[in-house]
Antibody
Framework: QVHLVESGGGVVQPGRSLRLSCAAS????????MHWVRQAPGKGLEWVAL????????YYADSVKGRFTISRDNSKNTLFLQMNSLRVEDTAIYYC?????????????WGQGTLVTVPS | QSALTQPPSASGSPGQSVTISCTGT?????????VSWYQQHPGKAPKLMIY???KRPSGVPDRFSGSKSGNMASLTVSGLQAEDEADYYC?????????FGGGTKLTVL
């Protein structure tokens, strides 16, 4: 079955960087689009970024464009999110999520999330 | 990239039906048949309940159904059960990005 395990979260000072990873198993990773979605404490879901199955196309929410970079290593079934110039408002649980397709139309499976805290 | 609009709360008694709306624009909900609904219990990851407007993944009870008209999508939960109490989020593909609704807290009275 589909299994997604995020890692790399923690407490980081404003302006610093952090890299999240997501280990995928139970499906053909190289055939699936992959997303990052975040949820601030007590708030709703916010889509962050998408990368197509082959890594050739990436898309970002306006709130993170120019600061975050999504990437993938299909040889290691791993998804990444490089987060630079972190802000207090980036504090959230970050979920790795699989798309039902090779691109980015519908998220069908989610990891359990990793918490990123940027203190004020 | 504006969020889709959902009512903050909804409620119903066991056995009743409740419908949650999700309003977007012609650039998202109205422009594509890629509307999804997710259920999230406290402290848990979201779970896909409806995709492509009205399709149910394997294992999701047929008490859950979805529809769309113009720029508005809806999720209907029939025969409410205690375990349906959760937050529900709609989402839509928006042409290279995705957008979520603000979420609706469903209370089973």
């Amino acid at each position: 079955q589909v299994h997604l395990v995020e890692s790399g979260g923690g407490v980081v000072q404003p302006g610093r960087s952090l890299r999240l990873s997501c280990a995928a198993s139970g499906f053909t990773f190289s055939s699936s689009g992959m997303h990052w979605v975040r949820q601030a404490p007590g708030k709703g879901l916010e889509w962050v970024a998408l990368i197509w199955y082959d890594g050739n196309d990436e898309y970002y929410a306006d709130s993170v464009k120019g600061r975050f970079t999504i990437s993938r290593d299909n040889s290691k079934n791993t998804l990444f999110l490089q987060m630079n110039s972190l802000r207090v408002e980036d504090t959230a649980i970050y979920y790795c999520a699989r798309d039902r397709t090779s691109r980015g139309y519908t998220i069908d499976y989610w990891g359990q999330g990793t918490l990123v805290t940027v203190p004020s | 990239q504006s969020a889709l609009t959902q009512p903050p709360s909804a409620s119903g008694s066991p056995g009743q039906s409740v419908t949650i709306s999700c309003t977007g624009t012609s650039s998202d909900v109205g422009g594509y048949n890629y509307v999804s609904w997710y259920q999230q219990h406290p402290g848990k990851a979201p779970k896909l309940m409806i995709y492509e407007v009205n399709k149910r993944p394997s294992g999701v009870p047929d008490r859950f159904s979805g529809s769309k008209s113009g720029n508005m999508a809806s999720l209907t939960v029939s025969g409410l059960q205690a375990e349906d109490e959760a937050d529900y989020y709609c989402s839509s593909y928006a042409g290279s990005n995705n957008v979520f609704g603000g979420g609706t807290k469903l209370t089973v009275l």
